[in-house]
């Protein structure tokens, strides 16, 4: 985020100054340059508007289309002026002379602030991409690869992608007045929202019920108030990207259709198929070659993938499994207080399936349940399938003991409704699971500063 008074482009340039500017089109000298005449032989009566490209106008309530460049024709006197965008209504109120050009600025709009915003995104290839822009809803014209004025507020940032790659997502508050770039290396596979880092307290939320000496068999657990067997830990998180959704059938073919994925003979002999009673279940033809997705489960979570599979796909898009602490704390929509995507107290019999998706049969479709998503938008994390994770490195958590790979499970699938996010469920060792998938994330570089 930089400050971008200094380099505002000419159309902002009137930002900081208050008032209507009354102007000619006689350039330097200062004489009246007619207009347009009209039906009576008058010049225009024109309204120039120096605000964000793109807005909904209206002009005493009457629509105009859209805030763009091209100047508005008037009549004389005065005129009451309103755009809707993201941030949503701003009004002014202007007196337009006869036959002059008449500049509104941002600052007279009541309720109107404005930011800039750069969105410089580029293929695996490192090839400048051309993707569209939205800000919620509204799409930003021309913020690709170039300085744009936008509304400032707190707005959700959606880059949607050409074809055959996956997307950006963030939440961002806009300030006014200052410059915000993103500078995106987009990925096949599915779009990837950006978490904000932050202190975090992995475990269960609420106080601290851990007790050393606490027996799992002794007692019936659904009347012990917390959750004392699991201990909790005090972490910092970097910001960092993740997939929205689980990769599915369809992604994770195309992985080995590139010829990166497969090919490790050894890994391969060491890994534990699914139970043949389960294999109708699984969303690959795992016992093909190409691992190619069942008719009409291309969109369904990739299953039946051992961890070192799971590595292996999201090493070919750039990125790499997540962390067990970076899984949870977005789960948890960064909250410590969550026990689930979108709340939930410290409760025994909590189940996190808000969506009452658990059908205990099979998986659906990604994103099928979109009541349980999290707050930064992130789909599944409470269903569909238990997915894989490195267990991290965290001060004063023991290792996992005898893990190949480090690759650990978190969360619930369709078949084990009751694992809340912050319990953890120990290692996955090298096994192909119908109840078991992954999502991919990387780490975040910050962008250069833009002069």
């Known amino acids: 985020m930089h400050d971008f008074n200094a380099r505002t482009p000419i159309l902002l340039a009137l930002l900081t100054l208050g008032g209507c500017v009354q102007r000619s089109d006689a350039g330097s000298t200062g004489e009246a340059k007619s207009g347009t005449a009209g039906p009576t032989g008058s010049a225009e009566t024109r309204l120039a508007l120096d605000v964000p ?14 805030t763009s460049q091209e100047p508005l024709v008037v009549a004389p006197g005065k005129h009451t002026l309103e755009i809707d965008g993201p941030c949503g209504k701003a009004s002014a109120t202007v007196e337009a002379a006869a ?6 600025s941002a600052p007279q709009f009541a309720g109107l602030k404005v930011a800039q915003l750069t969105v410089i995104a580029r293929t695996p290839e490192r090839k400048p991409a051309n993707p569209a822009v939205f800000l919620g809803d509204w799409e930003v014209p021309g913020a690709a690869a170039q300085p744009t004025a936008i509304p400032a507020c707190k707005l959700r940032l959606r880059v949607v992608a050409p074809e055959g790659l996956g997307g950006f997502v ?38 601290d019920h ?13 009347h012990i108030e917390g959750w004392p067997e699991i201990k909790t830990y005090e972490v910092d998180v970097e910001t960092f990207d993740i997939d929205r959704t689980e990769v599915t059938a369809e992604q994770y073919h195309a992985c080995y259709k590139a010829g990166f994925c497969g090919n490790e003979p050894v890994l391969s002999g060491g890994t534990r198929l699914p139970s043949s009673a389960n294999r109708h279940l699984c969303n690959v033809e795992f016992s093909q070659g190409l691992h190619t997705p069942k008719p ?11 961890g070192w599979e799971a590595k292996k796909y999201c090493e070919w898009v750039g990125k790499r499994l997540p962390t067990d602490v970076e899984w949870e704390f977005a789960a ?61 490195d965290v001060p004063g958590r023991s290792d996992e003991s ?39 994330a990387r780490e975040v570089s910050a962008a250069p500063a833009r002069g």
């Open 402 to 440: 005898d893990c190949p790979d480090n690759v650990v499970i978190r969360g619930s699938g369709w078949d084990d409704a009751w694992f809340p996010p912050f319990l953890p469920r120990g290692c996955e060792k090298r096994r192909q699971r119908e109840g078991r998938g992954f999502r991919c």
């Open 99 to 104: 036959g002059a050009l008449t500049t509104v």
């Open 296 to 306: 009409g489960r291309e969109n369904y979570p990739a299953n039946c993938v051992a």
């Open 170 to 207: 963030e939440d961002i508050e806009f300030e006014a007045g200052k410059s915000f770039v993103r500078e995106l290396s987009l990925a096949p596979g599915p779009d990837m929202v950006r978490i904000a880092g932050g202190h975090f307290r992995i475990g269960p939320p609420g106080p």
């Open 332 to 392: 948890r929509s960064r909250k410590p207080e969550f026990a689930c995507s979108w709340g939930g107290g410290l409760d025994r019999e909590l189940v996190c399936d808000r969506s009452k998706s658990f059908s205990g049969k099979d998986t659906k479709s990604v994103c099928s349940f979109p009541d349980d998503n999290t707050e930064q938008g992130l789909c599944d994390m409470m269903t569909n399938v238990g997915e894989l994770a490195i267990h991290a």
């Open 210 to 222: 851990y007790n050393p000496n606490f027996q799992t068999e002794v007692g019936n657990l659904e």
């Open 53 to 66: 490209p793109g807005l909904a106008v209206s002009v005493d309530g009457k629509p105009r289309g859209k």
